[in-house]
């Protein structure tokens, strides 16, 4: 059974950390990356990394967000620093033994977690 289950959302100041994580199984997941979307817009990508550990971030998010990936543990993290209200949102892990699309693209994932609620207040 394919399972992607996020934790750690909640509520921060504005230049505040939080820390996400997201635990898959019942797949190879060879490409994981990080959703996220606010009331009124679209699912956007965060940040993506590869098996071998390559990454990709959005420009939005670029030099505060790390992500990462424990192999033998099939867990995904993220580590949000100096966080913006704008970053206020539901993000979602995201997970795929293959890409046929870019790794920021939302088509770009078969499996998905049902998301945790971050909130930045000012």
């Known amino acids: 059974q394919v399972q992607l289950v996020e934790s750690g959302g909640g509520s921060a100041q504005a230049g505040g950390s939080l820390r996400l994580s997201c635990a898959a199984s019942?797949?190879?997941?060879?490409?994981m990356a990080w959703f996220r979307q606010a009331p009124g817009t679209e699912r956007e990508g965060v940040a993506a990394?590869?098996?071998?550990?390559?990454?990709i971030y959005a420009d939005s998010v670029k030099g505060r967000f790390t992500i990462a990936k424990d192999n033998a543990k099939n867990t995904l993290d993220l580590q949000m620093n100096s966080l913006k209200p704008e970053d206020t949102a539901m993000y979602y892990c995201?997970?795929?033994?293959?890409?046929?699309?870019?790794?920021?693209?939302?088509?770009?994932?078969?499996?998905w977690g049902q998301g945790t609620q971050v909130t930045v207040s000012p």
């Open positions: 019942g797949f190879s997941a060879h490409f």
């Open positions: 990394i590869t098996q071998a550990g390559n990454t």
């Open positions: 995201a997970g795929s033994p293959f890409l046929i699309r870019p790794a920021l693209t939302e088509g770009a994932y078969r499996y």
